[in-house]
T-cell receptor
Framework: DAGVTQSPTHLIKTRGQQVTLRCSPISGHKSVSWYQQVLGQGPQFIFQ???????GRGNFPDRFSARQFPNYSSELNVNALLLGDSALYLC?????????????FGSGTRLTVV | AQSVSQHNHHVILSEAASLELGCNYS??????LFWYVQYPGQHLQLLLKYFSGDPLVKGIKGFEAEFIKSKFSFNLRKPSVQWSDTAEYFCAVTRSSGNTGKLIFGQGTTLQVKP
């Protein structure tokens, strides 16, 4: 039973570049959320998608965008990368939009901006 | 705005010691509460959750937490820790109605258990 899979696991980018992170939810899960975890801090909510529609957005600049595909997988895009974007990006999936079943997290993508 | 505060940033215990990690949240409505654990090099895993009912919640690996509504607290406890409990622990909250998909996390507590 595959859990939440994220790719790539590690990534190094240069300031100003653009990056795309990918997430495949658990089979049957329709909701995907993205979180940013800076070293030494708790994860911060970026986006939630449910049934391919954005259902929530955290306090992140417009350089961050995301989408969800018909198969419920999701991509997170970050444009014009800054050094401060270096973090672990987590994807979490859930069967429904709400928390009743809890969210299952992937192992994350470690993004380093140099 | 919702917020979560974890008072202990770094806790060091010897094996068999008892554990209590503090968590307080700020939110005016009803909430769902969670504790997640992140073992070194691994992904976040759900330890336990509270939605309603009995305020004493039992989770995996012998952990439990008590929801005290009047104190806006959801402290995590374990009677006797093991070396394998070394990890980072996160308390999280979400609203319990409407769009409940946004988890607000605390800053985390690093637990180091000495053998």
């Amino acid at each position: 039973d595959a859990g939440v899979t994220q790719s790539p696991t590690h990534l190094i980018k240069t300031r100003g570049q653009q990056v795309t992170l990918r997430c495949s939810p658990i089979s049957g899960h329709k909701s995907v959320s993205w979180y940013q975890q800076v070293l030494g801090q708790g994860p911060q909510f970026i986006f939630q998608y449910y049934e391919k529609e954005e259902r929530g957005r955290g306090n992140f600049p417009d350089r961050f965008s995301a989408r969800q595909f018909p198969n419920y997988s999701s991509e997170l895009n970050v444009n014009a990368l800054l050094l401060g974007d270096s973090a672990l990006y987590l994807c979490a999936s859930s069967f429904i939009q709400g928390m009743d079943y809890g969210y299952t997290f992937g192992s994350g993508t470690r993004l380093t901006v140099v | 705005a919702q917020s979560v505060s974890q008072h202990n940033h770094h806790v060091i215990l010897s094996e068999a010691a008892s554990l209590e990690l503090g968590c307080n949240y700020s939110y005016g409505g009803t909430v769902n509460l969670f504790w997640y654990v992140q073992y070194p090099g691994q992904h976040l895993q759900l330890l336990l959750k509270y939605f309603s009912g009995d305020p004493l919640v039992k989770g995996i690996k012998g952990f439990e937490a008590e929801f005290i509504k009047s104190k806006f607290s959801f402290n995590l406890r374990k009677p006797s820790v093991q070396w394998s409990d070394t990890a980072e622990y996160f308390c999280a909250v979400t609203r319990s109605s409407g769009n409940t998909g946004k988890l607000i996390f605390g800053q985390g507590t690093t637990l180091q258990v000495k053998p």
